[in-house]
T-cell receptor, first 111, second 114 residues
Framework: EDKVVQSPLSLVVHEGDTVTLNCSYE??????LLWYKQEKKAPTFLFML????IEKKSGRLSSILDKKELFSILNITATQTGDSAIYLC???????????FGQGTRLTINP | DGGITQSPKYLFRKEGQNVTLSCEQN?????MYWYRQDPGQGLRLIYY???????QKGDIAEGYSVSREKKESFPLTVTSAQKNPTAFYLC?????????????FGAGSRLTVL
């Protein structure tokens, strides 16, 4: 059975802190790993990773994939209250359309 | 603006009733999806469709039905056979590139069974 596991499930930090969110996977026919941010309703796309060791960066957010150890991390530096959200990790498969999601990490940034 | 429209945003249903959730997209995407979100369980795939008049079951299809008569539309019916239908339902679409699919999501429909 394909599994995508995120940790921690919940995290509370102060504004300005740096956080690292984890996503590990055990799937057959891995093709890609995606990160989404869900603030209120619709998840919005952050990154898609397909190659090991190549960091993707957007402002204060960055992510990297390790295909040997089967995990990805999402880093957020200098956190702001607007970063409070659920962060979802998903895996895409060779030759298949669907994505399998992890449970999500609920991140709360306190002022 | 291109996007995905889900309706209704909130829906209440009595036990034993079927209900249909609407999903319309104007992104010209080939593939469409329905996910269910429960607290602490992330998103679970109900059904997906790669082209018109074709769809596949996801991991939790029991108690649900779909149709794909038009490219733009992918309605989901929650039937009385679904034992625990109270949840947040998300519709998504993509251009349909296998394995490297970036899904665009709608704002969701929250269904509560009374």
């Amino acid at each position: 059975e394909d599994k995508v596991v995120q940790s921690p499930l919940s995290l509370v930090v102060h504004e300005g802190d740096t956080v690292t969110l984890n996503c590990s996977y055990e799937v057959t026919n891995f093709r890609s790993l995606l990160w989404y941010k869900q603030e209120k309703k619709a998840p919005t796309f952050l990154f898609m990773l397909t190659s090991s060791g190549i960091e993707k960066k957007s402002g204060r957010l960055s992510s990297i994939l390790d295909k040997k150890e089967l995990f990805s991390i999402l880093n957020i530096t200098a956190t702001q209250t607007g970063d409070s959200a659920i962060y979802l990790c998903a895996v895409g498969f060779q030759g298949a359309q669907k994505l399998v999601f992890g449970q999500g990490t609920r991140l709360t940034i306190n002022p | 603006d291109g996007g995905i429209t889900q309706s209704p945003k909130y829906l209440f249903r009595k036990e034993g009733q079927n209900v249909t959730l609407s999903c319309e997209q104007n992104l010209n995407h080939d593939a469409m999806y329905w996910y269910r979100q429960d607290p602490g369980q992330g998103l679970r795939l109900i059904y997906y469709s790669q082209i018109v008049n074709d769809f596949q079951k996801g991991d939790i299809a029991e108690g649900y039905s779909v149709s794909r008569e038009k490219k733009e539309s992918f309605p989901l019916t929650v039937t009385s056979a679904q034992k625990n239908p109270t949840a947040f339902y998300l519709c998504a679409s993509s251009i349909g590139q296998p394995g490297a699919n970036v899904l665009t999501f709608g704002a969701g429909s929250r269904l509560t069974v009374l």
